[in-house]
């Protein structure tokens, strides 16, 4: 079973800092996916990546298979990124489903 | 426009009373998946299912059923809900790309057993 690590579990910034979220994992993947997920909102999957790097506005995401290493990069950070951001990875093609992290806090002060 | 839904939003139920979840999906996704949430626990498989009439157990799984009649719904039903079952549950579908699986989230549905 895939152990699924992030770090920092929480985080706090000022406003347009650049924001870096780390996920490790421990057993190969067939993709690693990154979350959004508003206070008492639904679940906004942000990229999902088996190689290299993803941009999509002012986000980035990082994957190294060798080290079984992701990050997921915020550059000018905005009060409205504040929200719980969430590692996940799937198996065999993620046909049995996925394994999450716990999740990194963020929040982005004005 | 491409969803996944969700109902109830909120319930609140009492102990033993049965109750389903109900999750459909508009984009003819064969995968479709539950999950629940916990604070310091994160989110956990409860079921998953591949098709039609397939469906398997996931990480958590005891205390509740599904069923896959047809494509688009995929319900989660608590024959005998427990306190313990309190949480806030997710349903995902699932598309193939390049090799693996992107998934599509419902807005979830927040459960209280009293």
């Known amino acids: 079973k895939n152990e699924v690590e992030q770090s920092p579990q929480n985080l706090t910034a000022q406003e347009g800092e650049f924001i870096t979220i780390n996920c490790s994992y421990s057993v190969g993947i067939s993709a690693l996916h990154w979350l959004q997920q508003h206070p008492g909102g639904g679940i906004v999957s942000l990229f999902m990546?088996?190689?290299g790097k993803k941009k999509h506005g002012r986000l980035i995401a990082t994957i190294n298979i060798q080290e079984k290493h992701s990050s997921l990069h915020i550059t000018a950070s905005h009060p409205r990124d504040s929200a719980v951001y969430i590692c996940a990875v799937s198996s065999g093609g993620g046909a049995d489903g996925l394994t999450f992290g716990k999740g990194t806090h963020l929040i982005i002060q004005p | 426009e491409a969803q996944v839904t969700q109902n109830p939003r909120y319930l609140i139920t009492v102990t033993g009373k049965k109750l389903t979840v109900t999750c459909s999906q508009n984009?003819?996704?064969?995968?479709m998946s539950w999950y629940r949430q916990d604070p310091g626990l994160g989110l956990r498989q409860i079921y998953y299912s591949m098709n039609v009439e397939v469906t398997d157990k996931g990480d958590v799984p005891e205390g509740y059923k599904v069923s896959r009649k047809e494509k688009r719904n995929f319900p989660l039903i608590l024959e005998s809900p427990s306190p313990n079952q309190t949480s806030l549950y997710f349903c995902?579908?699932?598309?193939?790309?390049?090799?693996?699986?992107?998934?599509?989230f419902g807005s979830g549905t927040r459960l209280t057993v009293v």
């Open positions: 995902a579908s699932s598309f193939l790309s390049s090799g693996s699986y992107g998934y599509t």
């Open positions: 984009m003819n996704h064969e995968y």
């Open positions: 990546l088996s190689s």
